[in-house]
């Protein structure tokens, strides 16, 4: 017979989390919304906190129901070697992970082919920032058509209405990050 697994203990570490933020248990529980009573048997034990009242507890000691229940992340690897990154293609358009997913930033080497690009315009929540390494890139901001050429940037508000294509005969290579989160790389500027 199997035991089941064992529950976090939460009471040393709602009490530790609030000692260590300076705060009574009167202050904290008024921030709360519970009696200092309640908190304390939560501090000692005698009750476990319900959902929402860990999700107001995490708040208010600036960390995540994830961390006081003790769920481990694993952690995200901040190197990304040339070697392991893998190439997409999307209407002709070539991209390299440059950077780790599911963060706030998704980074990005893109190689965007001479010729006519289609007429899409790209408007979404976010920044966007780029740096061209090879050839000639036209980026168009609003009504504005700028040329950047290698080691030029540019960084602009995704409202705006922005679309990119080589300038040059050749291909464009540019480095490329943004704060949209959760999108694939060919809807950055190929729309999917």
């Known amino acids: 017979m199997t035991s089941p697994p064992a529950e976090p203990d939460l009471a040393p570490q709602l009490r530790g989390l609030r000692r260590r933020g300076g705060l009574t248990l009167e202050a904290a529980a008024a921030r709360v919304g519970m009696s200092p009573a309640h908190l304390s048997r939560l501090e000692t034990g005698r009750r476990q906190p319900s959902l929402p009242m860990l999700l107001a507890l995490a708040r208010l000691y600036g960390t995540t129901v994830s961390d006081l229940l003790g769920e481990t992340v694993p952690a995200q690897q901040p190197i990304v ?14 991209y390299w992970q440059a950077g780790g997913s599911g963060r706030a930033m998704q980074a990005l080497r893109l190689r965007v082919p001479s010729g006519p690009q289609e007429g899409l315009v790209r408007v979404h929540p976010g920044e966007e920032w780029l740096h061209v390494l090879d050839g000639e890139l036209r980026l168009t901001l609003g009504e504005a058509v700028h040329v950047l050429g290698p080691g030029d940037s540019a960084h602009f508000d995704s409202l705006t209405p922005h679309r990119i294509a080589a300038a040059s005969s050749g291909a464009v290579e540019l480095l490329f990050v943004h704060t949209l989160l959760q999108s694939a790389p060919a809807e950055l500027c190929l729309g999917g």
């Open 81 to 94: 070697r040339a070697d392991r990154m893998e190439p997409a293609r999307a209407g002709g358009w070539t």
